[in-house]
């Protein structure tokens, strides 16, 4: 059974889980890729940990991006569970959260090397969007938007 729990980013198993995103995004994209500056998990305020028999096995956050739209981040699962749709649970946890805060909105992106992500997304209903923010200049991001 998994269980979802809400936190915050001072959770020290969350900050465990985000060394091995970035490690492993690392792997993918390169320890200097462009889309490495948007990492930092200072003061996420709703944050969201899955647990499997006391273990934590996977996280996500959301952020205010602006009125009435939230932004997922940090989404991971430990690839030894991977497959058992707890990705889908954290992000609908994120959703259920988003809408609690009265958002209408999600928004979110992920680079071109994680298929795996850009499927998860799909598969629940987000749309490819233009690029937004910053991420307009990084060639190999994606963004996506999901109306709550």
């Known amino acids: 059974m998994i269980e ?5 980013s001072e959770n020290l198993e969350f900050k465990k889980l ?5 490690s492993d995004l690392a792997k993918r994209d390169g320890n200097t890729h462009s889309l490495s500056q948007f990492n930092s ?26 009125f009435n ?11 030894e569970v991977r497959g058992q749709r707890i990705g889908e649970k ?11 805060l009265e958002s209408i909105k999600c928004i979110l992106f992920t680079g071109s090397k994680q298929p795996e992500a850009s499927k998860l997304y799909q ?6 969007i233009e690029k937004y923010g910053k991420l307009m200049d990084i060639p190999d991001s994606l963004c996506f938007a999901k109306v709550l």
């Open 90 to 100: 954290i992000l609908f946890e994120l959703e259920d959260w988003s809408r609690e």
């Open 18 to 22: 985000v060394q091995l995103l970035n």
């Open 123 to 128: 598969r629940n209903g987000y749309f490819p």
């Open 4 to 8: 979802i729990i809400r936190t915050n």
């Open 41 to 66: 998990i200072t003061d996420l305020k709703y944050v969201v940990l899955a647990i499997k028999e006391g273990k934590s096995i996977g996280c996500g956050a959301i952020s205010i991006y602006d």
């Open 69 to 79: 739209l939230m932004e997922i981040k940090r989404m991971y699962v430990s690839p």
